[in-house]
């Protein structure tokens, strides 16, 4: 399911109405521009390279796999042309390309199907996904956020989350799960749309951030 402008308006609705706070982010933010991408085997594959590097170098080593598989597209069957150690020459860790070839195969074998996969129950797409090496709880929240558009993952481990909900919630410390979900109660069942918002007012505080330093040499 893809998030259509009704969504967006409820959720904007909804969320000003039961949360002060965060009609007052929405109110700095502005619209929300929230897309969900199409390919979800790409998306898979994105999550995987850019685990714990930045995003400069999972985008080159993105471009760089491209390139490899070119002139195809990055699929199951082509990345499977392919052994471990010719993914490394893009610049994939052996690790990575480990889970890669996993996250291909099992679908290849029919053990993950993701074209079907969106008529599943929240938990249940979790138990799937995570049945492939090298994607966790965080990554299965993250598509379904934005590659099935479920408006309700709360992704209370996610540490941007936990830094935007202490900044505007004026805790004195990063909240623990329990208190993460408490505080996130008011959102449901919008708190994928909540979410984008904590992540965007830490972009926007960035940005400020950036703009004196700039301003100030």
């Known amino acids: ?19 002060p706070i965060m009609r007052s982010m929405i109110n700095q933010v502005g619209p929300c521009t929230v897309r969900c991408q199409r390919d979800r085997f790409q998306m898979l594959v994105r999550s995987i390279i850019s685990q714990q590097i930045s995003v400069g170098a999972a985008r080159s080593i993105r471009n760089r796999l491209e390139q ?6 990055i699929t199951p069957e082509s990345l ?6 010719k993914l490394r020459s893009a610049g994939i860790s052996p690790q990575k390309a ?4 996993d996250l291909a195969n099992k679908i290849e074998q029919g053990t993950l ?10 938990e249940a797409v979790i138990k799937e996904l995570t049945q492939v090496k090298g994607i966790g709880h965080w990554t299965a929240q993250m598509f379904q956020m934005f590659a099935l558009g479920r ?12 830094i935007a909900i202490r900044d505007h919630y004026d805790l004195a410390e990063l909240p623990d799960k329990k208190l993460s979900h408490e505080i996130a109660a008011p959102w449901r069942p919008y708190a994928t749309i909540a979410s ?8 926007l505080q960035r ?3 950036a703009g004196k330093t700039r301003s100030s040499t």
Do not use: C, N
């Open 68 to 73: 490899l598989v070119a002139p195809e597209r």
């Open 1 to 19: 399911m893809a998030f259509t402008a009704a969504h967006l308006r409820a959720a904007r609705r909804h969320l000003r109405k039961h949360d």
């Open 113 to 122: 199907v993701l074209r079907t996969i969106g008529r599943r129950a929240d």
């Open 207 to 209: 940005q400020r951030k």
């Open 98 to 101: 480990a889970y890669l070839l």
């Open 196 to 203: 984008w918002y904590l992540w965007r007012s830490l972009d």
């Open 80 to 85: 499977l042309k392919f052994k471990a150690s």
């Open 151 to 162: 408006l309700d993952i709360f992704p209370a481990a996610d540490l941007g989350i936990r």
